[in-house]
């Protein structure tokens, strides 16, 4: 059964630590690991990874994919609390089916 | 990133009445759209994965004659809520993909909140 899985389910932080977040997988014909970031309404995008050890950057976050251990990590460095949110980690295969994991609940004290 | 958009944004209804939502890509042509509801602190549920032209495909437990999905186009899809009720009330969240280049990418609607009275 394919599955997506996420850890830990929450974390809470104070201002400027670093976090990171896993997302672990076992999705048949895998084609691409999704990191989206959710406040009040719809998930936002984040990144997509498609290769393993390229990693991806944008600000104080960045992510990075191993395809071998198949797990995705997404780190927040220097946090704020506008990074308070609910991360979510989906996987797609060839079918352009996408697995959802249930989430990491960050929240960022002050 | 593509836009997708959703409309209503939030809707009120009464008891059996029928709701209809919008989905739409704005500047892309979607060669699939998903349909997604959440409840509070809880994860994204897939309802259904909607190809264009064709019937959608619904997950198990989701019954498709209450939640009746029309693709019409490759920018537009739309989710009835026939003869809702209360236990129906939730975030319904669309999203809308495209395969390109060998990978593909899923963007989010801004979702829809129902209240069924």
């Known amino acids: 059964e394919d599955k997506v899985v996420q850890s830990p389910l929450s974390l809470v932080v104070h201002e400027g630590d670093t976090v990171t977040l896993n997302c672990s997988y076992e999705?048949?014909?895998?084609?691409?690991l999704l990191w989206y970031k959710q406040e009040k309404k719809a998930p936002t995008f984040l990144f997509m990874l498609t290769s393993s050890g390229i990693e991806k950057k944008s600000g104080r976050l960045s992510s990075i994919l191993d395809k071998k251990e198949l797990f995705s990590i997404l780190n927040i460095t220097a946090t704020q609390t506008g990074d308070s949110a609910v991360y979510l980690c989906?996987?797609?295969?060839?079918?352009?089916?996408?697995?959802f994991g249930t989430g990491t609940s960050l929240t960022v004290i002050p | 990133g593509a836009v997708v958009s959703q409309h209503p944004s939030w809707v009120i209804c009464k008891s059996g009445t029928s709701v209809k939502i919008e989905c739409r890509s704005l500047d892309f042509q979607a060669t699939t759209m998903f349909w997604y509801r959440q409840f509070p602190k809880q994860s994204l549920m897939l309802m259904a994965t909607s190809n264009e032209g064709s019937k959608a495909t619904y997950e198990q437990g989701v019954e498709k004659d209450k939640f009746l999905i029309n693709h019409a186009s490759l920018t537009l899809s739309t989710l009835t809520v026939t003869s809702a009720h209360p236990e129906d009330s939730s975030f319904y969240i669309c999203s809308a993909s495209f395969f390109a280049s060998g990978y593909n990418e899923q963007f989010f609607g801004p979702g829809t909140r129902l209240t069924v009275l």
């Open positions: 989906a996987v797609g295969n060839t079918g352009n089916q996408f697995y």
């Open positions: 999705v048949t014909n895998f084609r691409s």
